[in-house]
């Protein structure tokens, strides 16, 4: 156990572990290979604070310098993930997936520290109906799911994101307040924030097309377009 940590590097050295148990936008991301890295880069991009962690020092090396933090450590132990202090972050993502068994146990271990949201990789359909009966609460099948499209839903406000090209994206999102109340064709929507309602959806109703005389209720999801940038922004406003 004296051993199980061999690395904890700060960024830049001018952030503290304790710094993330004083904010709600922290993850830890356990596996670091191409969904992992994946993901936990865009969640920092996002300025998310990002514990990655694997059992490869050669993974953990190429992201230390990216990270908030990161750590080669063995999550299949309860007491490395209590060291780590994992049971205080928000969220965690395994995004081991060849090792089956590691994925079970680690998946297993952070239901048992109470981490509120867990994401979790699943290499097939079987593997996925494991994670989904222990009570993992987001099973990823990578197929479907790439590292970036999860980050912007572990963020929060996005029910969907699809990236069209590298900088055009279609987001599913819970309307934002600045949206709702008047028709769209006399709101600001498109002229302030660069981007398009093109559907909505009222609770317990279907999908229709948004038209310039829609108008967006509180609680209403409504899907918008544009660059992505400008996309990751309105979703994001409350």
């Given at each position: ?12 050295g001018k952030r503290r572990l ?61 007491e490395v993930l209590e060291q ?6 928000t969220s965690a993502v395994v ?144």
């Amino acid at each position: 156990m004296g051993n199980f940590l061999h690395s904890l590097r700060r960024r830049r050295g001018k952030r503290r572990l304790a710094e993330i148990e004083t904010s709600d936008q922290r993850v830890a991301v356990i596996g670091l290979g191409r969904f992992g890295s994946s993901l936990a880069h865009e969640l920092t991009r996002r300025g998310w604070d990002v514990l990655g962690i694997d059992t490869s020092a050669q993974l953990v090396q190429k992201v230390s310098d990216v990270l908030t933090h990161s750590a080669v450590a063995d999550c299949t132990d309860p007491e490395v993930l209590e060291q780590l202090g994992v049971h205080d972050f928000t969220s965690a993502v395994v995004g081991i997936g060849t090792d089956i068994e590691a994925s079970i146990l680690i998946a297993s271990n952070l239901l048992e520290a109470g981490v509120p949201n867990i994401w979790a990789k699943a290499i097939s359909r079987q593997h996925g109906q494991i994670l989904e009966r222990l009570g993992v609460h987001h099973v990823v099948l990578p197929e479907h799911d790439m590292g970036e499209r999860v980050a912007h839903l572990v963020t929060g406000r996005m029910l969907d994101f699809i990236q069209f090209d590298d900088d055009y994206a279609l987001v599913k999102t819970v309307a934002p307040e600045i949206a709702t109340g008047v028709p769209l064709g006399e709101s600001a929507v498109r002229s302030t924030y660069g981007v398009t309602v093109v559907g909505i959806k009222r609770p317990g109703q279907d999908f229709t097309h948004a038209t310039a005389e829609t108008v967006i209720e509180k609680g209403d999801v409504i899907i918008v377009t544009g660059k992505t940038s400008a996309v990751e922004s309105f979703a994001e406003l409350s």
